[in-house]
């Protein structure tokens, strides 16, 4: 069964930079069948898609979120990772990892994490 | 940019009702459209991908159409645990881009 789980601090403060991690479980992060996203939601607000990264390091993000993301994979340890720079209390959100749906040409996400809150406030 | 909206904002109905919820594309586009339930404190869940097709798991009563502009998600009969909020989400062809429309309440009326 696929599992992923998010971890990261859980306040930031303002222009700093906000990083959190997806744990993958149940599948290699390898496998060349797999894209794996990242998605934010503000408190009470509806999903944002942040990104999305192939193992083999292609990634491509959202344009108005794009100059201050950073995605990663480390194969080693079956994890993805994101860097927000520069963040504001506008980025306070829930932020899930999840995995784009293979079954679906990878047009939609299948399994997701249950999501880390992560507050922008000093 | 492709704007989804999705209509109605909150829908109140009773337990074994059917919802038909909405969802519409701002320039056609192609049935790379997907539905998602999200429960309070909850991840979504995949319900629907590619318009019409039901993810793994997901009760027959749960239906997806449409096409061009404009996606409907059906839930014939609804059951209690139904009571949340739905979100479609549609991928662009490239580069990928991917986006949520702003979601329907399903509320016990």
């Known amino acids: 069964q696929l599992q992923l789980q998010e971890s990261g601090p859980g306040l930031v403060k303002p222009s700093e930079t906000l990083s959190l991690t997806c744990t993958v479980s149940?599948?290699?992060?390898?496998?060349?069948?797999?894209?794996w996203g990242w998605i934010r939601q503000p408190p009470g607000k509806g999903l944002e898609w942040i990104g999305g990264?192939?193992?083999?390091?292609?990634?491509y993000c959202n344009p108005s979120l794009k100059s201050r993301v950073t995605l990663s994979v480390d194969p080693s340890k079956n994890q993805f990772s994101m860097n927000l720079s520069s963040v504001t209390a506008a980025d306070t959100a829930v932020y899930y990892c999840a995995r784009h749906a293979p079954g679906d040409g990878y047009n939609s996400f299948d399994y997701w994490g249950q999501g880390t809150l992560v507050t922008v406030s000093s | 940019e492709i704007v989804l909206t999705q209509s109605p904002v909150t829908l109140s109905l009773s337990p074994g009702d059917r919802a038909t919820l909405s969802c519409r594309a701002s320039q056609s586009v192609s049935p790379y459209l997907a539905w998602y339930q999200q429960r309070p404190g909850q991840p979504p869940r995949l319900l629907i991908y590619?318009?019409?097709n039901r993810a793994t798991g997901i009760p027959a009563r749960f239906s997806g159409s449409g096409s061009g502009t404009d996606f409907t998600l059906t839930i014939s009969s609804l059951e209690p645990e139904d009571f949340a909020v739905y979100y479609c989400?549609?991928?662009?062809?490239?580069?990928?881009?991917?986006?949520f429309g702003p979601g329907t309440k399903v509320d016990i009326k």
């Open positions: 590619g318009a019409s």
């Open positions: 989400q549609l991928r662009s062809s490239w580069p990928p881009r991917f986006t």
């Open positions: 990264i192939y193992y083999g390091g292609n990634s």
């Open positions: 149940g599948a290699s992060i390898s496998s060349s069948s797999f894209y």
